[in-house]
């Protein structure tokens, strides 16, 4: 039976969202395309499996094959990051950094992150998250001049504070990470180092951002970010814990057995072979071409926007995405984020450091190229979407600018389609 025919109220707004991103022009840094070789598969009988545990230890019979799938995810992944121990079974971002917290620290521990209006993300310590409410977090934000981390600063509050862990990520942070100059600090105060790459994975695996490893103990990330591949987690790890050398366990086995039983039941393994292929295209020369223009495509986006007069936080990018302070329209962000949907052009609003307005309507947008680099963007068409960003914000409210913006968007996709050989 068809879905069309089993429900199609489902199946006319699953339709109807394929065409909207096929016709959207996503600007989201943490979105992105997956292949149709990742998508397919998803929707398979695998997520009928249950398999409890890790490979040929299972909890359920029939997991022949499965097994098979999850070591070449795991390997892959290994060969990807050049990690020692890799787990391929956290369902999300999120659970990964869960995850983590709980391998190697207990409640109340101390964890210094990075801030969130500076570019951290909700399981850095938010107050709302399950990580500000279990653990007792501390926080590095920017320079106030520079809008850069300063790791003088980082390491005053870490000698102050004395964390069990330290955190070296961003969401919304468009410089180069220093996780040589984090080490250091760590060191000093005998914390673990976790760097959360969700963001920049692309770039990381193809050697276009400096790598975490040998100075991290431990890495997350995202699938579905930079890497293009399906919606989930993945932990890598060093495999000597090095604060706990005569434990009953080493790293990778805390990290396992964190994730599975300590927060997971059965994995997603519909998903576990997505990741495989995922990494598996990840090896590939053009996903090197294409992260290059990436890097190069935000930065001729946050060139344009200083040419247009607006302000990029930091000055610039390093990475993939940029933040870009709209305070000075005094427009509601919110407002500008709803209006560009409505040409079609897809941003979130997002903090500004030291931002005083609420995290529901902040001082900032949020953009990036990776979705649009996906389409085969280049520079100049990067250029020109911004352009026609500055148009809107500068004619909120003219219906006009607005008709002829969207006609112009969708003038511009024609011309990059994506997923034309996805089939559904
Ligand atoms: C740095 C970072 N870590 C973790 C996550 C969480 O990932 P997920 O949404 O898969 O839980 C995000 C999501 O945006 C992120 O930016």
Redesign the pocket.
């Known amino acids: 039976m068809k879905l069309s025919k089993t429900d199609p109220k489902i199946y006319g707004l699953i339709k109807k969202e394929i065409q909207r991103q096929k016709d959207g022009l996503v600007l989201i840094p ?1 979105e992105n395309y997956a292949s149709p070789a990742a998508l397919s598969c998803m929707g398979t009988p695998l997520s009928n499996k249950y398999s409890e545990g890790y490979p040929y230890k299972r909890y359920y019979g029939g997991n022949e094959f499965i097994d098979q799938i999850e070591t070449i995810a795991r390997d892959r992944a290994k060969k990807l990051f050049k990690a020692q121990h890799a787990n391929v079974q956290p369902h ?4 990964a ?1 869960a995850a983590v917290y709980l391998a190697l620290l207990n409640y109340g521990d101390k964890i210094l992150g990075i801030d969130l209006s500076a570019g951290g ?1 909700l ?1 850095h310590g938010s107050k709302v998250n399950f990580s500000g409410k279990l653990y007792n977090f501390s926080y590095y934000g920017v320079d106030p001049k520079t809008e850069k981390v300063d790791l003088k600063e980082v390491e005053k509050i870490a000698l102050r504070f004395k964390p069990k862990l330290i955190i070296v ?3 919304s942070y468009s410089r180069t990470l220093d996780f040589k100059g984090f080490g250091r600090i760590a060191d000093k105060v005998g914390a673990y180092l976790m760097a ?1 790459i ?2 920049i994975a692309g770039l990381v695996a193809t050697g276009f951002h400096p790598h975490p490893f040998p100075y991290c103990d431990v890495v ?1 990330t ?1 699938t ?1 970010k930079t890497l293009r591949g399906p ?1 989930g ?1 993945l932990i890598l790890c060093k495999i000597k814990d090095r604060f706990d050398l005569k434990g009953k366990y080493n790293l990778a086995e805390k990290i396992d057995r964190a994730v599975f039983p300590g927060m997971q039941g059965g994995p997603l393994d519909h998903v576990i072979a997505a990741k495989a292929v995922c990494f598996l295209e990840a090896m590939k020369p053009d996903f090197k071409k294409y992260q290059k223009q990436i890097l190069m495509n935000a930065k001729a986006m946050a060139d344009e926007f200083k040419k247009q007069g607006i302000k990029v936080i930091s000055g610039g990018t390093d990475n993939h995405l940029m933040v870009i302070d709209i305070s000075p329209f005094g427009i509601d962000s919110k407002r500008i984020q709803d209006e560009l949907d409505k040409v079609g052009i897809y941003v979130n609003r997002n903090a500004i450091p030291f931002d005083k307005r609420s995290s529901y309507n902040p001082s900032g947008i949020r953009l990036g190229s990776p979705a649009v680099t996906t389409r085969k963007f280049k520079e100049k068409e990067c250029r020109e979407v911004v352009r026609l960003i500055v148009k809107l914000v500068k004619n909120i409210g003219n219906a006009a600018v607005k008709n002829q913006i969207k006609k112009e968007v969708k003038k511009l996709l024609k011309k990059f389609p994506i997923y034309e050989d996805f089939q559904w």
């Open positions: 943490s999300s971002g999120s659970q950094n993300h399981t990520s961003t969401t959360d969700a963001h997350t995202t579905h919606r987690g």
